[in-house]
């Protein structure tokens, strides 16, 4: 069985419904996944944006947000989980808003595509303090055992001026 993602929310390329976005209540949608191999001591959740700014001109990848050490017995995490309530062990690292908590969807401009990516991992982390996923992403390097993501959609509905 291969390490799979998915969330209860939306389907894979399918609509965010906005309550997971800055049109909404901005709260980190509920995820779940299956098929973590036998090896992983940990699991790594990476939650970025490749259309920024403009999916018509994309110039970066925006990194809404990043959990690491996530123990690899956990299995979910339920919609709006606070940073308290994260798994024992779990460890953020710092999203492109600065932030080390959830960011949801506000795109300026057209229907973005957001990869919610989960690896699994053979060791568990040192305490990077709130690493960038570029610095995630070196401290994991040679030790992904699997990998999986679902994409989810957003585009923002027009408001009237």
């Known amino acids: 069985m291969s390490l799979t993602i998915s969330s209860p929310a939306f389907a894979d390329n399918c609509q ?5 976005t800055c049109d909404g209540r901005n709260i980190s949608p509920p995820l779940q996944w299956t098929g973590v191999p036998s090896g992983a001591k940990s699991l790594v959740l990476i939650i970025d944006d ?68 989960l690896y699994a991992l053979d060791v568990i982390l040192p305490d990077l303090r709130q690493p960038t996923k570029q610095v995630l992403l070196q401290a994991m390097d040679g030790h992904i055992l699997a990998h999986a993501e679902t994409i989810g959609l957003y585009h923002r509905p027009h408001k009237p001026s």
């Open 16 to 20: 965010i419904p906005a309550i997971y």
């Open 50 to 117: 490749p259309d920024a700014p403009d999916p018509a001109a994309p110039k970066r990848i925006w990194v809404h947000w990043i959990l690491y050490n996530i123990p690899s017995s956990v299995s979910i995490l339920p919609e709006g989980i606070a940073p308290h309530a994260l798994p024992a062990g779990t460890m953020e690292g710092r999203n492109d808003g600065k932030e080390t908590s959830y960011g949801g969807p506000c795109p300026p401009i057209g229907c973005h595509r957001y990869f919610h990516k």
